[in-house]
């Protein structure tokens, strides 16, 4: 198993940014595929980011490309979500989530799941 934490977020204005980080521990994170995902008072929860086992690519929501950057540091067991041009629309509890399939954009394909950290913007 897999446990998940993410520290790093906060409250920022319009056009600020924030990065997020998910630190991993009982397994070494780079058996995983990483996923970013985001939920909304009364939304469901959505993909935002993902990032292959190696770090080599990288998959985006198109509501979030341009703006966020997924990254990974395999040898500190962390994954890091970088939001920059950040908008009120983007207010929602962000989790990072690991999954055993190589690529998966579907919140069912993902095993293990953080606890969610608070992005909130404001206008």
């Known amino acids: 198993q897999v446990q998940l934490v993410e520290p790093g977020g906060g409250l920022v204005q319009a056009g600020g940014s924030l990065r997020l980080s998910c630190a991993a521990s009982?397994?070494?994170?780079?058996?995983?595929?990483m996923g970013w995902f985001r939920q909304a008072p009364g939304k469901e929860r959505e993909f935002v980011a993902g990032i292959t086992r190696s770090g080599g690519n990288t998959d985006y929501a198109d509501s979030v490309k341009g703006r966020f950057t997924i990254s990974r540091d395999n040898a500190k067991n962390t994954v890091y979500l970088q939001m920059n041009s950040l908008k009120p629309e983007d207010k929602a509890v962000y989790y990072c989530?690991?999954?055993?399939?190589?690529?998966?954009?579907?919140?069912?394909?993902?095993?293990?799941w953080g606890q969610g950290t608070q992005v909130t913007v404001s206008s």
């Open positions: 009982g397994r070494t994170l780079s058996r995983y595929f």
């Open positions: 989530a690991a999954t055993t399939w190589l690529v998966s954009l579907s919140r069912s394909a993902y095993n293990y």
